[in-house]
């Protein structure tokens, strides 16, 4: 993972995985550091996940928990976490697969626009997934909810039901043709006066302040 993965507890975190504690460790340079390659596993759950993925998406989007879910640093590079109201460290959890999809599309974003704000990223799911109410689905670690890119330089919030304005259609579709660029996207939920298109662009009410990146499962289970 790109950066620290120890939440308010500090710079360094444990993980224990089938009686082995591996750590990471807070990392400041703009290239993430490799998970150690050493991780793996017997179980059957784990046989198309390589040896370096050990989260695991159980059950489905909207009935489903999360093993071992990794959680996703407050900032990195192109890109920050907005809690909201919520406790620390309850809503910013997920597969290696989905942290690894923001850190990814992060640093293009900020390599291919410097002069753009930072993208934001929002509700994930619960630590052990499972119900996340108002949400239907963020149950399993496969989801993400995304801040629509403002017209101002500010990384602050756009709502279409409060600040129309503000928003840039532009960026907003350079930013959802980065993800719709993974493979692993499966579709990306928006608001119909987003006016965002695309092969994965799916029209949903309630997207009016953020759009919803959803992942396949890297099982080939959901």
């Known amino acids: 993972m790109e950066d620290e993965n120890a939440g308010i507890g500090g710079p360094v975190t444990t993980i224990n995985f089938e009686g082995n504690t591996y750590y990471y460790n807070k990392n400041t340079n703009t290239q993430p550091p490799m998970i150690p390659t050493t991780i793996s596993s017997s179980s059957l759950w784990y046989q198309n996940r390589g040896t370096h993925d050990y989260s695991l998406a159980r059950g489905i989007v909207s009935s489903g928990s999360l093993t071992n879910g990794l959680r996703i640093a407050n900032s990195g590079t192109g890109y920050w976490y907005w809690r909201g109201g919520d406790p620390e460290d309850t809503d910013n959890w997920g597969t290696l697969e989905l942290i690894n999809l923001v850190e990814r599309v992060a640093r293009e974003w900020r390599r291919l626009y410097p002069d753009y704000p930072i993208i934001t990223s ?101």
């Open 122 to 222: 929002m509700d994930m799911s619960r630590k052990n997934g499972g119900t996340f109410l108002p949400h239907t689905q963020h149950e399993n670690g496969l989801e993400l909810d995304m801040r629509y890119i403002r017209n101002d330089g500010s990384s602050g919030e756009v709502d279409f039901n409060v600040n129309r304005g503000d928003y840039s259609q532009q960026r907003s579709q350079a930013l959802i043709d980065l993800f719709q660029n993974e493979s692993r996207v499966y579709k990306i939920l928006v608001d119909s006066r987003a006016n965002l298109t695309g092969s994965k662009i799916q029209i949903v009410s309630g997207h009016h302040h953020h759009f919803h990146v959803w992942l396949y499962d890297p099982d080939g289970n959901n």
